[in-house]
Nanobody, 127 residues
């Protein structure tokens, strides 16, 4: 299974928007769970959002709920993270991670649940 590739990061001012993409072949076949994590300077990696195959279920951390939207386009083998109303505390390296063996569920926030990770894309939000 190939490594997914993230893109779409950049620098924006607070209140702005960015849309991240993650492309790969790992999640062509269901079941799978694709998640976005982030890691800020000096912080631990934290779960942001997750989506099961075909977008049937989505999950969000409390810190991004209502501002971020995760979606999947199976035909393009791409998972997206639309980020609106960005805040300086959203500044981090964003990673996509894949569990190709099971549907997303309550375990989705566990870093150890994912064996496949992308290289990350940097998001910087200035005040």
């Amino acid at each position: 299974q190939g490594q997914p590739v993230e893109s779409g990061g950049g620098s924006v001012q607070a209140g702005g928007s960015l849309k991240l993409s993650c492309v790969g072949d790992t999640y062509t076949y269901s079941p799978y769970c694709m998640s976005w994590f982030r890691q800020g300077p000096g912080k631990e990696r934290e779960a942001v959002a997750a989506v099961s195959a075909h977008g049937a279920r989505t999950f969000y951390s409390d810190s991004v709920k209502g501002r971020f939207t995760v979606s999947v386009d199976n035909a393009k083998r791409t998972v997206y993270l639309q980020m609106n109303n960005l805040k300086p505390e959203d500044t981090a390296m964003y990673y996509c991670a894949v569990n190709p063996r099971k549907w997303c569920s309550d375990w989705w926030t566990g870093v150890h649940e994912y064996a496949i990770w992308g290289q990350g894309t940097q998001v910087t939000v200035s005040s």
